[in-house]
């Protein structure tokens, strides 16, 4: 399935009205009614994306890459102690430490952008 830029626009003007009626914070004890997501909205957030944590990178020539062999070792500029970037739809929307969760490698999450710059991530 393909999202279309004004399918985006949409959902981000949606988020601007539901951004700008703010309601009053709910009691402690009680849980806040949800009605139905529009159809779209809905829709949209089914959509699956890719989520990538990225360790380091750098560029390297064509002629570097082709010696590129088994035990070969790329160093990065980046610190062992470094924040990962978090990316989807491989732009950068958040940083993470890595941890480890039972027998996987797993991310926890140290800094997250706005949902409105998380959606806006969607479509570029």
Do not use: C, W, Y
């Not at 070792?73 to 739809?89: A, G, Y």
């Amino acid at each position: 399935m393909i999202i279309d830029q004004d399918e985006i626009n949409k959902l981000l003007a949606e988020a601007d009205d539901a951004a700008e009626v703010k309601p009053p914070p709910p009691k402690p004890a009680a849980k806040r009614a949800r009605g139905p997501l529009p159809t779209e909205v809905a829709r949209l957030l089914r959509i699956r994306v890719p989520v990538i944590v990225r360790l380091a990178s750098r560029r390297t020539t064509v002629q570097t890459a082709r010696k590129l062999s088994q035990g070969t070792i790329i160093e990065f500029s980046k610190r062992v102690d470094d924040p990962l970037d978090l990316l989807i739809n491989n732009q950068k929307i958040g940083e993470g430490v890595a941890v480890k969760s039972e027998e996987h490698f797993g991310l926890r999450v140290t800094v997250i952008e706005s949902p409105r710059k998380r959606i806006q991530s969607l479509g570029e």
